[in-house]
């Protein structure tokens, strides 16, 4: 797998990426500090779940994408099952929260 954030180069790879088995989609703009903010720890979730296809969505970009998946604004995290969100996270107000959200979504099999 990748360990690594996938910067998605078009709609075609994100139509393939949605459909795997672990997707983390982080739709980001710009203009979003928050978003820059929150980058770091979104390349660290990339690297210590490499099992896990992080993909960073520009909103712009892919506004259609952010249209279907009711994705308003940036920065916004969805964890992802063969197409299906199983949890969106649209703040980040405590980011080490989102290795708790890894472990639940994409590890632990109890959720």
Same mark, same amino acid.
């Given at each position: ?12 790879? @994100?139509? #393939? $990426?949605?459909?795997?088995? *672990?997707? +983390?989609?982080?739709?980001? &703009? %710009? ?27 520009? @909103?712009? #970009? $892919?506004?259609?994408?952010? *249209?279907? +998946?009711?994705?308003?604004? &940036? %920065? ?36």
């Amino acid at each position: 797998m990748a360990g690594h954030v996938i910067i998605c180069p078009k709609i075609e790879a @994100w139509d #393939q $990426y949605k459909k795997e088995d *672990k997707v +983390l989609a982080f739709f980001t &703009a %710009p203009w979003s500090g928050q978003a820059h903010k929150i980058a770091p720890i979104v390349r660290d979730l990339a690297r210590e779940y490499p099992d896990v296809h992080v993909v960073q969505l520009d @909103w712009r #970009q $892919y506004e259609s994408a952010a *249209k279907e +998946l009711n994705v308003n604004s &940036a %920065p916004t995290l969805l964890f992802m099952k063969r197409g299906v969100v199983k949890e969106k996270v649209e703040t980040t107000m405590r980011p080490y929260l989102l290795y708790d959200k890894m472990d639940k979504n994409f590890v632990l099999k109890n959720y």
